[in-house]
């Protein structure tokens, strides 16, 4: 499909992650918290459950956000100066990133904004991040595969001609992956990047702008992933 893509970016920034035992802690944490020094730091702590962990307790997801072209020199400098670094910036993330001995537990995952002209080609169908990945910022990249495969399946049910389906699936989906993508590009730079003007407009204004009836419904829409246009949402997929 080389020549097919519509666009083909990688984000300057990017994120390190690694996994933290979190039982021992006694630290009751059950949505993801993140903080912020304007865009250019970013320090999360994302629970995970106990589904992926060996001796069944509780795990979190740490991430730290950080320029793919400042990799080598992280890789490079003392860990322990970066452990105090994010303890310093937040000290509720210490006994998380304490976990840590070494910069191999943790993992860098670069950020893509790929769109394709069209998300088939005779019989070579994409769903997915291999037909729209996004930055990760609003949380909606899993959700929209779930919908494609659940999309597609519906159409392959549909429509005998295979290329009419394949077609009936691009139609039904494009629409919604349009907006979040959009969305996801825009919103990127205001938790990402070096811009003291886009992280100071974030925090006067994204805050206050949830406490508005409309607004707080919405950004709650576009969170649940349901939003296909600024004024229009998804009835069913
Ligand atoms: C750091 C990070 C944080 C994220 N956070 C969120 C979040 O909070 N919420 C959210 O909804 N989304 C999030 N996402 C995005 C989400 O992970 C993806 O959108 C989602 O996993 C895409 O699902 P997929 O099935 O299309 O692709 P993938 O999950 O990438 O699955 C593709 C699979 O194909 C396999 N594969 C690749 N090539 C081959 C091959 N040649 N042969 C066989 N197998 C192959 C891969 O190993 C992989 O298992 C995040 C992504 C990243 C990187």
């Given at each position: 499909m080389h020549g097919d893509f519509k666009r083909d970016k990688t984000y300057e920034f990017g994120a390190l992650w690694g996994v933290c035992e979190t039982d021992a802690l006694d630290i009751e944490q059950s949505a993801l918290i993140q903080r912020y020094v304007d865009a250019k730091i970013m320090i999360g702590l994302l629970p995970l459950g106990s589904a992926f962990s060996a001796t069944g307790g509780k795990q979190t997801a740490f991430f730290w956000s950080l320029k793919l072209e400042e990799y080598d020199d992280w890789l490079n400098s003392p860990f322990e100066n970066w452990q105090q670094q994010v303890a310093s910036i937040w000290p509720k993330a210490k006994p998380y990133v304490d976990?840590?001995?070494?910069?191999?537990?943790l993992t860098l995952a670069s950020y893509h904004d790929t769109a394709l002209k069209?998300?088939?080609?005779g019989r070579l169908v994409f769903i997915g991040d291999a037909a729209h990945a996004t930055s990760p910022q609003l949380g909606q990249g899993a959700n929209m595969g779930l919908m494609d495969a659940r999309r597609l399946a519906k159409s392959l049910t549909r429509l005998d001609e295979l290329l009419d389906a394949l077609k009936d699936y691009e139609n039904n989906r494009k629409k919604q992956v349009r907006f979040y993508q959009m969305m996801s590009h825009y919103l990127t730079p205001f938790f990402q990047s070096d811009s003291k003007v886009l992280s100071t407009i974030r925090d006067l204004t994204f805050h206050p702008m949830s406490k508005l009836p409309f607004m707080s419904e919405l950004m709650m829409q576009t969170l649940a992933g349901v939003k296909t246009g600024p004024f229009s949402s998804l009835k069913k997929i």
């Open positions: 976990q840590f001995s070494n910069h191999g537990q069209t998300y088939s080609k």
